[in-house]
């Protein structure tokens, strides 16, 4: 199982809404990633968990809270959005193996959830 | 500052070979990666180079050079299904198990594939 799965897949919500998106993989990655992509843009890193713990986290507001319940898990807590906010999020989750001679890297990305905060 | 220059579109025809270039100049740098998006999807791997050199996979190519910040991505007998944006990716970093590396993406080059 080499997937990455999200839901939902659209999310329409208000300002003064709480939602959350949830992400799931069942390849054993123990990184995972949450990214905002805005159309036409390219993805942008918003957290990373790393052993179930929160390694990164790029200056996001507060309004996006995010929660790694185990390792097959992550989810992203939306409250108080914006407009602006509104965006295609994509969860990824990542692993590095050697191939051959050759080291590789990769990240897995779900289908992504594409919110419209009203 | 960081960043990654790639350019903005590219075009060609069905059959041809094109080269999609990329710069970068990061603090930290573990490797270079390239992904594809077609419109409304995912980004899907396509190649890692950690290591100066070419990487070949099918009618995918991708080159490293660190010592130029500098690497590319060269597709080979187009295909109307290879049109979508192409991006890379720089890998800022890595946890000590290896698994874990924040990507910085390039703005994308749109790539148009015309019979």
């Known amino acids: 199982d080499t997937e990455v799965t999200q839901t939902p897949k659209h999310l329409v919500m208000g300002m003064t809404n709480k939602k959350s998106l949830k992400c799931e993989q069942h390849?054993?990655?123990?990184?995972m990633y949450w990214y905002k992509q805005k159309a036409k843009k390219p993805p942008e890193l918003m957290f990373v968990y790393s052993y179930e713990k929160l390694s990164i986290n790029e200056s996001v507001p507060s309004r996006f809270s995010p929660e790694c319940p185990n390792s097959s898990l992550l989810n992203l807590h939306l409250h108080a959005l914006q407009p602006e906010d509104s965006a295609l999020y994509l969860c990824?989750?990542?692993?590095?193996?050697?191939?051959?001679?050759?080291?590789?890297?990769?990240?897995?990305f779900g289908p992504g959830t594409r919110l419209t905060v009203t | 500052g960081q960043s990654l220059e790639q350019p903005s579109e590219v075009t060609a025809v069905e059959g041809a070979i094109v080269q999609i270039n990329c710069t970068y100049q990061?603090?930290?740098?573990?490797?270079l990666s390239w992904y594809q998006q077609h419109d409304g999807g995912a980004p899907t791997f396509l190649s890692y180079n950690a290591l100066d050199g070419l990487e070949e996979t099918g009618r995918f190519s991708s080159f490293l050079s660190r010592s130029d910040s500098y690497g590319y991505l060269l597709l080979q007998e187009l295909q109307m299904k290879d049109s979508a944006s192409y991006f890379c990716?720089?890998?800022?970093?890595?946890?000590?198990?290896?698994?874990?590396?924040?990507?910085?993406f390039g703005k994308g080059t749109k790539l148009s594939v015309k019979p």
């Open positions: 990716a720089v890998r800022k970093q890595k946890s000590y198990g290896g698994s874990q590396g924040n990507l910085i």
């Open positions: 390849m054993g990655h123990r990184a």
């Open positions: 990061t603090s930290g740098f573990y490797g």
């Open positions: 990824a989750s990542s692993q590095e193996e050697e191939v051959g001679t050759h080291r590789r890297y990769e990240q897995y």
